[in-house]
């Protein structure tokens, strides 16, 4: 008796597996789960919400952090300039290109021009004060990650005085 209940829960097993799968075959049942099906928003697409009214922002203009009496302690000096240039080379340059023209080889698979990275050649920049630019770098700024973590305090000079000798 239980070896006829055995038997025949297993040909029902078999029976409904093939239905199942012929069903699937046949009229197409679309899973949920499948990730062409996901919802996808691009890059600032997409219903973008409102913050709160007493929502504390969340950025905002990175020369804010800067401390007022913030000074460049490590002179440019050639030992500076060469640390920096080979800092800038190794943390910089995939962005912002080796002479810093916002040209760097990553920059060719973003889409978006207002995601590319800052023209460092610009004279625009060789009126920002250091503290603006060691501030910049280590905090990062828009699509700029910071780079508190990969670098040393006086690095991060070196890297501020090289970047001064990239205006012309």
């Given at each position: 008796?239980?070896?006829?209940?055995?038997?025949?829960?297993?040909?029902?097993?078999?029976?409904?597996?093939?239905?199942?799968?012929?069903?699937?075959?046949?009229?197409?049942?679309?899973?949920?789960?499948?990730m062409e099906d996901q919802?996808?928003?691009?890059?600032?697409?997409?219903?973008?919400?409102?913050?709160?009214?007493?929502?504390?922002?969340?950025?905002r203009p990175v020369y804010?952090?800067?401390?007022?009496?913030?000074?460049?302690?490590?002179?440019?000096?050639?030992?500076?300039?060469?640390?920096?240039?080979?800092?800038?080379?190794?943390?910089?340059?995939?962005?912002?290109?080796?002479?810093?023209?916002?040209?760097?080889?990553?920059?060719?698979?973003?889409?978006?021009?207002?995601?590319?990275?800052?023209?460092?050649?610009?004279?625009?920049?060789?009126?920002?004060?250091?503290?603006?630019?060691?501030?910049?770098?280590?905090?990062?700024?828009?699509?700029?990650?910071p780079l508190r973590e990969?670098?040393?305090?006086?690095?991060?000079?070196?890297?501020?005085?090289?970047?001064?000798?990239?205006?012309?």
């Open positions: 008796m239980i070896r006829r209940a055995l038997i025949l829960l297993a040909v029902l097993a078999v029976a409904g597996y093939a239905l199942l799968m012929v069903t699937y075959e046949v009229i197409g049942v679309d899973f949920v789960s499948f919802p996808f928003v691009d890059y600032q697409d997409g219903p973008r919400l409102l913050p709160a009214e007493e929502a504390v922002p969340v950025s804010l952090d800067v401390p007022s009496g913030l000074v460049n302690p490590v002179p440019a000096d050639d030992v500076s300039l060469q640390r920096g240039e080979t800092l800038f080379s190794f943390h910089c340059a995939v962005c912002h290109g080796p002479t810093g023209q916002g040209d760097g080889p990553v920059t060719r698979f973003w889409r978006e021009e207002a995601r590319r990275p800052a023209n460092l050649t610009e004279a625009r920049f060789r009126e920002y004060p250091d503290a603006t630019l060691y501030s910049v770098i280590t905090q990062g700024l828009g699509g700029m990650p990969n670098m040393t305090e006086r690095q991060y000079w070196d890297v501020v005085n090289f970047v001064h000798t990239l205006q012309p």
